[in-house]
């Protein structure tokens, strides 16, 4: 089970895994899916992509809405979720160990700084 104090975090929802200096995993908060509702298609990006912060790299439809999920951080993807395709509800059942959706490679070290950690997220949801 991932530990949520470990990671760090967007106002936008996502959740970023730094697994080591240059390469994370990225997916979207539980509150996120809560808002979403039932999900029922993902598409991803392919292998081998560069992102920047806050490009676009996914789509994830609902049964309420369609969500654009943008990068919290710069690199290249290294690894998508490909099960998510097929099994798209994963995201609502466990969106922070099998409902990941992406893994990037940074050229440096991965910045943290502008991104939030736990405590700080809790403290942003509850002024929503």
């Given at each position: 089970m991932t530990d949520t104090a470990k990671l760090f975090y967007t106002k936008e929802h996502e959740w970023v895994e730094v697994?080591?200096?240059?390469?994370?995993?990225?997916?979207?908060?539980?509150?996120?899916?809560?808002?979403?509702?039932?999900?029922?298609?993902?598409?991803?990006?392919?292998?081998?992509?560069?992102?920047?912060?806050?490009?676009?790299?996914?789509t994830v439809e609902s049964v309420k809405s369609t969500s654009e999920i943008y990068a919290p951080v710069d690199g290249s993807v290294a690894k998508v979720n490909s099960s998510l395709e097929d099994e798209p509800e994963k995201m609502n059942e466990s969106p922070y160990e099998e409902g990941w959706l992406i893994e990037l490679q940074s050229k440096d070290a991965v910045d943290t700084s502008d991104l939030l950690d736990e405590k700080a997220y809790q403290d942003y949801l509850d002024t929503l």
């Amino acid at each position: 089970m991932t530990d949520t104090a470990k990671l760090f975090y967007t106002k936008e929802h996502e959740w970023v895994e730094v697994i080591n200096d240059d390469y994370v995993r990225i997916g979207i908060t539980e509150y996120a899916v809560e808002q979403l509702g039932d999900i029922v298609f993902v598409e991803l990006p392919e292998v081998g992509t560069d992102l920047s912060e806050e490009d676009e790299f996914a789509t994830v439809e609902s049964v309420k809405s369609t969500s654009e999920i943008y990068a919290p951080v710069d690199g290249s993807v290294a690894k998508v979720n490909s099960s998510l395709e097929d099994e798209p509800e994963k995201m609502n059942e466990s969106p922070y160990e099998e409902g990941w959706l992406i893994e990037l490679q940074s050229k440096d070290a991965v910045d943290t700084s502008d991104l939030l950690d736990e405590k700080a997220y809790q403290d942003y949801l509850d002024t929503l």
